[in-house]
């Protein structure tokens, strides 16, 4: 079992920056896929960003379009922490933000996930 509690939410102007975290109870942290979703009001749930294992101490990025050159995720496998960089907000950038784990190859697609956080409010104010 995986526990992820995400924080860092709240509101921002357009144009600023935030940084989320989320912290997995689970002692085997570096061989999880990581991915944060969001999900905006009346909207379905989406992607936003995964970070992926490859073997050795060697991670994969990937981003949807929508926040490619402006988010930003990381890991920190010694803290049991993967991160979040928002910079340049937008205002439809305004969700609530889940943070996902999984011990599969991991994807776009929420159904690969098999842990999520209980999400963290982020409004971009315009």
């Known amino acids: 079992q995986v526990q992820l509690v995400e924080s860092g939410g709240g509101l921002v102007q357009a144009g600023g920056s935030l940084r989320l975290s989320c912290v997995a109870s689970v002692r085997t942290f570096s061989r999880y896929n990581m991915g944060w979703f969001r999900q905006a009001p009346g909207k379905e749930r989406e992607f936003v960003t995964a970070?992926?294992?490859?073997?050795?101490?060697?991670?994969?990025?990937h981003y949807a379009n929508s926040v490619r050159g402006r988010f930003t995720i990381s890991r920190d496998n010694a803290k049991n922490t993967v991160y979040l960089q928002m910079d340049s907000l937008k205002p439809e950038d305004t969700a609530v933000y889940y943070c996902a784990a999984t011990s599969k190859v991991s994807s776009s697609n929420y159904v690969s996930y098999d842990y999520w956080g209980q999400g963290t409010q982020v409004t971009v104010s315009s």
């Open positions: 970070i992926s294992w490859t073997g050795a101490n060697t991670y994969y990025a």
